[in-house]
């Protein structure tokens, strides 16, 4: 099993800058891809970036690429979401999932077998 906390959420303004990070916990030598969910009440939790764990490839919806930026510390076992240039588009409760070994570019959340709790992320006009 592992465990993953999501922390960083807030309330901001359009074009401000955020950083969410997420912290993992127990059985973290079984994660081979790390990433982010976001979901919006009424709409499904949709991918916004993925990392692989190791290699450092890093993989971003259309609507965030150029705005956010996924990284990963896999010492520390601490996943960071960099996110500018916010738009109110961007509010939604941001997950933090974890996965094991995936060769595919194309992610969803069958992938994922770990969640966190959720942070939310407010964009204001």
């Known amino acids: 099993q592992v465990q993953l906390v999501e922390s960083g959420g807030g309330l901001v303004q359009a074009g401000d800058s955020l950083r969410l990070s997420c912290a993992a916990s127990?059985?973290?030598?079984?994660?081979?891809?790390m990433g982010w969910f976001r979901q919006t009440p009424g709409k499904e939790r949709e991918f916004v970036a993925v990392?692989?764990?190791?290699?450092?490839?890093?993989y971003y919806s259309d609507s965030v690429k150029g705005r956010f930026t996924i990284s990963g510390d896999s010492a520390k076992n601490m996943l960071y979401l960099q996110m500018d240039s916010l738009k109110p588009e961007d509010t939604a409760v941001y997950y933090c999932?974890?996965?094991?070994?995936?060769?595919?570019?194309?992610?969803?959340?069958?992938?994922?077998?770990?969640w966190g709790q959720g942070t939310q992320v407010t964009v204001s006009s």
């Open positions: 127990g059985r973290t030598f079984s994660l081979y891809i």
């Open positions: 990392t692989r764990w190791i290699a450092g490839n890093t």
């Open positions: 999932a974890g996965g094991g070994y995936y060769s595919g570019t194309d992610f969803h959340r069958s992938n994922f077998g770990s």
